[in-house]
T-cell receptor, first 115, second 112 residues
Framework: EPEVTQTPSHQVTQMGQEVILRCVPISNHLYFYWYRQILGQKVEFLVSFYNNEISEKSEIFDDQFSVERPDGSNFTLKIRSTKLEDSAMYFC?????????????FGNGTRLTVT | AQSVTQLGSHVSVSEGALVLLRCNYSSSVPPYLFWYVQYPNQGLQLLLKYTSAATLVKGINGFEAEFKKSETSFHLTKPSAHMSDAAEYFCAVKGAGNMLTFGGGTRLMVKP
């Protein structure tokens, strides 16, 4: 079964550094998402992306965050200047259709640790 | 706006016992509801979804959930727990907009 793949599985970075988290969505999917889960807290929506532009974003997704689909397969999340509170598990997801009953398919996540 | 509340951050059952994980939602529009499972060091895997076709929904691994509009609930059940069911379970709602809102998760522990 096709999978969403995320790299790296773990990323350690120093405060103030830029990080790029990478995702390869399922190949025929059109809608892409980033979620994050701070340790011990809820899974939170960050951003959704369709047709090469952001379709929705949460309050968490401020100017320090950006997303890009640089080619036909990758979907990246960039954090420009990481803060300690950015430490979390980041999940990428994709779905083939935008209708409400389409489930999201998630990757295994990237654990980001900011020191 | 929508929200999800999962009662009980930890649930412990004996192997072979009934599993009941509770989920209550609020949504300003008719909701679509999902249960996801997360095994250690893995991503979120879809267990089942409610899309208004039937109120009792069957999912993978013997799990099922019943949508009760009057109670705004979507509780997850399994008649007989197996050791391999130990994981974290997330209820999620998709309402207005195309994003999922998750509950806080329930960690299921299965005792031998």
């Amino acid at each position: 079964e096709p999978e969403v793949t995320q790299t790296p599985s773990h990323q350690v970075t120093q405060m103030g550094q830029e990080v790029i988290l990478r995702c390869v969505p399922i190949s025929n999917h059109l809608y892409f998402y980033w979620y994050r889960q701070i340790l011990g807290q809820k899974v939170e929506f960050l951003v959704s992306f369709y047709n090469n532009e952001i379709s929705e974003k949460s309050e968490i997704f401020d100017d320090q965050f950006s997303v890009e689909r640089p080619d036909g397969s990758n979907f990246t999340l960039k954090i420009r200047s990481t803060k300690l509170e950015d430490s979390a598990m980041y999940f990428c997801a994709s779905t083939g259709q935008g209708d409400y009953n389409s489930p999201l398919h998630f990757g295994n996540g990237t654990r980001l640790t900011v020191t | 706006a929508q929200s999800v509340t999962q009662l009980g951050s930890h649930v412990s059952v004996s192997e072979g016992a009934l599993v009941l994980l509770r989920c209550n939602y609020s949504s300003s529009v008719p909701p679509y509801l999902f249960w996801y499972v997360q095994y250690p060091n893995q991503g979120l895997q879809l267990l089942l979804k409610y899309t208004s076709a039937a109120t009792l929904v069957k999912g993978i691994n013997g799990f099922e959930a019943e949508f009760k509009k009057s109670e705004t609930s979507f509780h997850l059940t399994k008649p007989s727990a197996h050791m391999s069911d130990a994981a974290e379970y997330f209820c999620a709602v998709k309402g207005a907009g195309n994003m999922l809102t998750f509950g806080g998760g329930t960690r299921l522990m299965v005792k031998p």
